[in-house]
């Protein structure tokens, strides 16, 4: 299947300081990835969807300005999370959709494990 | 989306053939069935997706029933590998570009 790659897998951060993480669709174009967030034994929540050149579209309760979404290319897009607290420690997950994709199927990345200290 | 029901938890022998049940008994005429696994600490894998009829791949089968309100994946030789939660999702397919609606999903332990 079609491959999303997501850079870091971990990375430990201190409080107060900003993390990007990076979301690539190495064999497909993808006008249209997903975030989501995961905490420990809980199931994935969608935080946003992220439309490439325009602005992304954030779920009820996920502050846009703390969790900024770029999709400058058809095969990136990229999470910050702006001024890190311990309670944003959590496992991000990204998805894509191949535009030329017939029935929907979302192919995911890896997921990104962030620690704030 | 429609939403679905999945016991929490089933354990399976290795070697034998898991059974995971869904129940959509709201599920659209025009809607998907899909499964995906997680196994610990990594993102969600695709599985299989069946809109009425039962489809097979190099993975898994999926059984739906003819009034479509619930669904099985089979895994047919399960492997200690095979240990992960099973996510059964059902959602508008085609050229939807809709998120996927995670529930709590199955966790699936292959036992030795």
């Known amino acids: 299947g079609a491959v999303v790659s997501q850079h870091p897998s971990w990375v430990i951060c201190k409080s107060g300081t900003s993390v990007k993480i990076e979301c690539r669709s190495l064999d497909f174009q993808a006008t249209t990835m997903f975030w989501y967030r995961q905490f420990p034994k809980q199931s994935l929540m969608l935080m946003a969807t992220?439309?490439?050149?325009?602005?992304?579209?954030?779920e009820q309760g996920v502050e846009k300005d703390k969790f900024l979404i770029n999709h400058a290319s058809l095969t990136l897009s990229t999470l910050t999370v702006t001024s890190a607290h311990p309670e944003d420690s959590s496992f991000y997950i990204c998805?894509?959709?191949?535009?030329?994709?017939?029935?929907?199927?979302?192919?995911f990345g890896e997921g990104s494990r962030l620690t704030v200290l | 989306d429609a939403k679905t029901t999945q016991p929490p938890s089933m354990d399976c022998a290795e070697g034998r053939a898991a059974n995971l049940p869904c129940n959509h008994s709201?599920?659209?005429?025009?809607?998907?069935v899909y499964w995906y696994r997680q196994i610990h600490s990594q993102g969600p894998q695709y599985i299989i997706h069946?809109?009425?009829n039962n489809e097979t791949n190099e993975m898994a089968s999926l059984i739906i029933t003819e009034d479509r309100k619930s669904s099985t994946l089979i895994l047919p030789h399960a492997t200690l590998r095979d240990t992960a939660v099973y996510y059964c999702i059902v959602r508008v397919g085609g050229g939807s570009a809709r998120q996927l609606t995670f529930g709590s999903g199955t966790q699936l332990t292959v036992l030795p």
């Open positions: 998805s894509a959709r191949s535009a030329g994709g017939l029935t929907g199927e979302l192919f």
């Open positions: 709201t599920i659209s005429g025009n809607e998907y």
């Open positions: 069946g809109l009425k």
């Open positions: 992220s439309n490439e050149g325009s602005k992304a579209t954030y």
